[in-house]
């Protein structure tokens, strides 16, 4: 896991992680977060929606920026103050989705990065797109 500080990072630098989402992670996510909507956890259901099969919850999608800000850039040791997102296509089961962030603004004084944040599919299509707003740690964070 890394730790980097305001001072280590430039506008343009970015990070991302792959995942492949399963109907297992899907159900836990519907456990967790208490959303059983019939689109990601019933297998009838959404053949009579525009979807035609289950969809991955966007959020969870999402949570993929999460883990990148958490343990790659800034790293420990940062705290996410704001995400927007747009979600632009569905994810279904077993698709490998991309997500990766750029940094596009530096704050200095309020110790604030805006990140661009962008998930794809494995055609090259993209799911989310979205901006973060994070507060990195003060000083490199070490964990042993």
Known sequence: MKSFTI???KVGDSAS???????KDVLAFAKISTDFNPAHVDKEYPKKTIFKKQIVHGMLVGSL??????VQ???LGSIYTKQSLKFI???YFGEEI????????????????????IAINQ????????E???????????HD
Do not use: H, Q, W, Y
Request: with cysteine; proline share 7%.
């Open 123 to 130: 055609k090259g299509e993209t799911v989310i797109i979205g």
């Open 7 to 9: 001072n280590d990072i």
């Open 65 to 70: 920026f999460s883990a990148i800000f958490g």
């Open 89 to 91: 296509k569905p994810v």
């Open 17 to 23: 992680t792959k995942k492949v989402f399963i109907e």
């Open 73 to 75: 850039l800034p790293g």
């Open 98 to 117: 991309e997500a990766k962030v750029i940094a596009k603004t530096i704050n200095l004084e309020r110790n604030r990065i805006t990140f661009d944040c």
């Open 132 to 142: 973060a707003e994070i507060m990195p740690p003060k000083e490199v964070v070490n």
